[in-house]
């Protein structure tokens, strides 16, 4: 069965960094797609950004040159650097995996940046 474990999420300031993890298993991790998502309160879920098997990746609009996705196949985790926080970018985190017509997702990690 696959598992997707965040963590890294918190209270940061606005201009702050934090570094998202998240962890897979019970899957062939490299072969994956993976992707960050967020959901703020009253809003939808939104991509954030994601990266494929080929390490490609693609960003929201909204994050491009703060955010920056990466992925180590040795530990089966992928990362989410957030630099130049804004109150913007508060939500809770979401990490996907995604493969064909399967996708799996984690349980979300807060963060909350205060302005």
């Known amino acids: 069965q696959v598992q997707l474990v965040e963590s890294g999420g918190g209270l940061v300031q606005a201009g702050g960094s934090l570094r998202l993890s998240c962890a897979a298993s019970?899957?062939?991790?490299?072969?994956?797609?993976m992707a960050w998502y967020r959901q703020a309160p009253g809003k939808q879920r939104e991509l954030v950004a994601a990266?494929?098997?080929?390490?490609?990746?693609n960003y929201a609009d909204s994050v491009k040159g703060r955010f920056t996705i990466s992925r180590d196949g040795a530990k089966n985790t992928v990362y989410l650097q957030m630099n130049s926080l804004k109150s913007e970018d508060t939500a809770v985190y979401y990490c996907?995996?995604?493969?064909?017509?399967?996708?799996?997702w984690g349980q979300g990690t807060q963060v909350t940046v205060s302005s």
């Open positions: 990266i494929t098997s080929e390490r490609t990746t």
């Open positions: 019970g899957t062939i991790f490299s072969i994956y797609t």
């Open positions: 996907k995996g995604s493969i064909g017509q399967y996708n799996y």
